[in-house]
């Protein structure tokens, strides 16, 4: 069964902590996705890469970077965790952009105190 | 801008009714309409997706139904059952180039014994 893991389910950082999260999928997608979901308002991309070393802003990318140095693992990086990052993270990965085949993660809910 | 609007946000039924979500969308190049279901914990995970050269697509209880004149598309769950209490998110996208999905904002469905 192909999967999409994220290295935490839970995460509490304090706030101006640089905090990374992780995933890795094995499916040997060319795309992947970093989403944040909040209540009320759904999914907002915040960055994604569509092959090795690229990567490309989303809707939100402000206060977030990224880096993909391997083609199975997409790592998110908060710069300076601030309060309002407190959210549920989402990763996903698909073979083709626009066949809507997304396999996401679990996610990881970050609490940023 | 949200590109792709869903209603309502949440939705409670009673087991056996019928569960009915609604999308609308501006963009015509759209071509590909997939429903994502998530439980408490997972991801979203895909239920099923529709292609606007079919009104209707059905798989076991669930149905979504296209309007491609009004631009609209729904998800309907009949005889809704405790185990479809989920999140529900609709998605849009051109199928042709390297697009992303643009998802709706969500519905959390409660299915009431």
């Known amino acids: 069964d192909v999967k999409v893991t994220q290295s935490s389910r839970y995460l509490v950082k304090r706030t101006g902590e640089k905090v990374f999260l992780e995933c890795v999928q094995d499916m040997d997608h060319e795309n992947m996705f970093w989403y944040r979901q909040d209540p009320g308002l759904g999914l907002r991309l915040i960055y994604f890469s569509y092959d090795v070393k690229m990567k490309e802003k989303g809707d939100i990318p402000e206060g977030y970077s990224v880096s993909r140095e391997k083609k199975e693992r997409f790592s998110l990086i908060l710069e300076s965790a601030s309060t309002n990052q407190t959210s549920m993270y989402l990763c996903?990965?698909?073979?083709?952009?626009?066949?809507?085949?997304?396999?996401f993660g679990s996610g990881t809910r970050l609490t940023v105190v | 801008q949200q590109q792709v609007k869903q209603s309502p946000q949440s939705l409670i039924v009673q087991k056996g009714g019928i569960s009915i979500i609604n999308c609308a969308y501006e963009?015509?190049?759209?071509?590909?309409f997939p429903w994502y279901q998530q439980f408490p914990g997972k991801g979203p995970a895909l239920l099923i997706a529709?292609?606007?050269?079919?009104s209707e697509k059905k798989e076991g209880r669930f149905t979504i139904s296209f309007n491609k004149s009004a631009k609209q598309f729904s998800l309907h769950i009949m005889d809704s059952q405790p185990g479809d209490s989920a999140t529900y998110f609709c998605a849009a996208t051109p199928l042709t180039g390297a697009n992303n999905l643009f998802f709706g904002t969500g519905t959390r469905l409660t299915v009431i014994p």
């Open positions: 996903a990965s698909c073979r083709d952009r626009g066949r809507g085949g997304y396999t």
């Open positions: 963009n015509t190049a759209f071509d590909y």
């Open positions: 529709i292609r606007p050269d079919v």
